[in-house]
Nanobody, 124 residues
Framework: QVQLVESGGGLVQAGGSLRLSCAAS????????MGWFRQAPGKEREFVAA????????YYADSVKGRFTISRDDAKKTVYLQMDSLKPEDTAVYYC?????????????????WGQGTQVTVSS
């Protein structure tokens, strides 16, 4: 089992930045990839970004490409999501998730471990 704990959410004005962190513990050697998803009220959970743990290859949803950056620190077993140029439509609860390899990075069903979520609110 892998446990995931997110932090770093909050309230920010449009155009601002936030950095989310997701610390993994437990059987972290089993992690093949990590992803960030978000869910706004009344909407389905959607893919935001993912990173392949071994190669650090990254993947992004079109809506965040060029504004968000996913990275990981292997020594700390932590994944980050740097969010710049935030927009009101980025407002959502953000979840990090872990998957064993192989995995389909944009599919929620590919992830076996989920964090508790952290609220991000962008005001206009």
């Amino acid at each position: 089992q892998v446990q995931l704990v997110e932090s770093g959410g909050g309230l920010v004005q449009a155009g601002g930045s936030l950095r989310l962190s997701c610390a993994a513990s437990g059987r972290t050697f089993s992690i093949g990839g990590m992803g960030w998803f978000r869910q706004a009220p009344g909407k389905e959970r959607e893919f935001v970004a993912a990173i392949r743990w071994s190669t650090t290859s990254t993947y992004y949803a079109d809506s965040v490409k060029g504004r968000f950056t996913i990275s990981r620190d292997d020594a700390k077993k932590t994944v980050y999501l740097q969010m710049d140029s935030l927009k009101p439509e980025d407002t959502a609860v953000y979840y990090c998730a872990g998957a064993t390899a192989p995995w389909r990075y944009a599919l929620t069903a590919s992830y076996s471990q989920w964090g508790q979520g952290t609220q991000v609110t962008v005001s206009s």
